[in-house]
């Protein structure tokens, strides 16, 4: 199993940055990708950025340019850093990360940071 901790949500004014981290442990081997999804009320649950292990990244259109994420394979931790905040990024953001085990695929999640931020 792979357990995934996050830390680092809070409440900014726009403009503001923050950073959130999300640690993997247990079988961390089996991780294929890591990334950070959020939800806010009523709306569902959407990607904002994910990093395979193979690399590349891929960003949801409204965080390009202002959410960077990285991986430090060697803590196995992903990083998502967020600068110029809007309103609108207030979400509950959840840490993800694909595995893969026997050529079977499956979602491990945090359980989630509330990033609040105020106009």
């Known amino acids: 199993q792979v357990q995934l901790v996050e830390s680092g949500g809070g409440l900014v004014q726009a403009g503001g940055s923050l950073r959130l981290s999300c640690a993997a442990s247990?079988?961390?081997?089996?991780?294929?990708?890591m990334g950070w999804y959020r939800q806010s009320p009523g709306k569902e649950r959407e990607l904002v950025a994910i990093?395979?292990?193979?690399?590349?990244?891929n960003y949801e259109d409204s965080v390009k340019g202002r959410f960077t994420i990285a991986r430090d394979n060697a803590k196995n931790t992903v990083y998502l850093q967020m600068n110029s905040l809007k309103p609108e990024d207030t979400a509950v953001y959840y840490c993800?990360?694909?595995?893969?085990?026997?050529?079977?695929?499956?979602?491990?999640w945090g359980q989630g940071t509330q990033v609040t931020v105020s106009s």
């Open positions: 993800n990360a694909v595995c893969r085990r026997v050529g079977v695929s499956y979602n491990v």
């Open positions: 990093m395979p292990n193979s690399g590349g990244t």
């Open positions: 247990g079988n961390t081997i089996y991780i294929s990708a």
